[in-house]
């Protein structure tokens, strides 16, 4: 009922056996990009807990909400350089390469069907005295879930596993006339109205950065106020349809 694409670039510049546990952070291996560089170690990809909060009554208590919280990850990793001014050069070019001002996507080698949202945010201090040295340094996943490594494009009805609240990655539409366009899931509509949309438009609907795109150009202004963006999900056995044009929707599995 559906297919699949991979839409992550795995091929290396070097031969060099990655370690079990190396981090691919925004399309780069760290190993690849930086001298003496090696991932030692990774925590936080386990279990996570959920945020209860509850009010004790006579027998127990009542439920008042449940959140999931933050995941953070830690890398414990080794550099090394016998030249003291390339190991100074080579922390540059780590923070060159961790420094985002957004989430980007990261996954590792022994985990590679599975995609996270993290930027980094903190390290632990570096001694200045050796030119081999052990740290570890935090990418904090503001979304703790974890994504499937593939998209998955359902043909009509939408099967698939929806343990966790699941939202589309994109919808993309291809206009077929001059008129607004509503896409629904039967329940949730999202609707881009303000605006003129013709005939061969391209309209991409990203649920990732909370962005609608027209030929490439930034129409979110388009949007209508009253569209249910933030919170459009979706579930098994939906069937989603838009009123103008022929669409395909992208989505990843969601699993924690």
């Known amino acids: 009922m559906y297919t699949f694409e991979d839409t992550i670039k795995r091929k290396r510049k070097s031969d060099i056996p990655l370690p079990t546990s190396a981090m691919n952070y925004d399309g ?3 190993e690849d990009a930086i001298e003496g560089y090696r991932t030692l170690n990774v925590t936080g990809r386990e279990m996570i807990s959920p945020e209860i909060q509850s009010e004790n009554v006579n027998v ?6 449940q959140r999931l919280p933050s995941r953070t990850l830690k890398i414990t990793y080794q550099i090394k350089n016998d030249d003291p001014e390339m190991f100074l050069v080579n922390f540059r070019r780590l923070m060159e390469y961790l420094y985002r001002e957004q989430a980007v996507p990261v996954y590792f080698n022994d985990e590679q069907d599975v995609l996270y949202y993290g930027r980094f945010s903190g390290s632990d201090e570096v001694p200045g005295d050796r030119y081999t040295v052990t740290a570890s340094f935090d990418i904090y ?6 994504y499937s490594l593939k998209f998955y494009r359902p043909k009509k009805v939408i ?3 929806f343990s966790f609240k699941t939202r589309p990655s994109k919808i993309v539409v291809k206009i077929e006339k001059d008129a607004s366009l509503t896409v629904t899931n039967g329940m949730q509509n999202v609707k881009v109205v303000n605006g003129k949309l013709s005939p061969d438009d391209e309209v991409v609907i990203n649920f990732v950065d ?4 027209v030929n490439g150009i930034n129409r979110t ?3 209508d106020l009253s569209s249910d963006f933030e919170n459009f999900e979706l579930k098994n056995n939906q069937v989603l349809s838009c009123d103008n044009g022929v669409m395909t929707l992208y989505y ?3 699993s924690l």
Do not use: F, H, Q, Y
């Open 252 to 254: 990843r599995e969601v």
């Open 60 to 65: 127990g208590s009542i439920i008042s909400s």
């Open 221 to 223: 202004n388009w949007l």
């Open 210 to 213: 909370g962005t609608v795109m």
């Open 141 to 146: 996943c503001a979304d703790p879930r974890k």
């Open 28 to 30: 780069i291996w760290l």
């Open 159 to 161: 099967r698939g596993r």
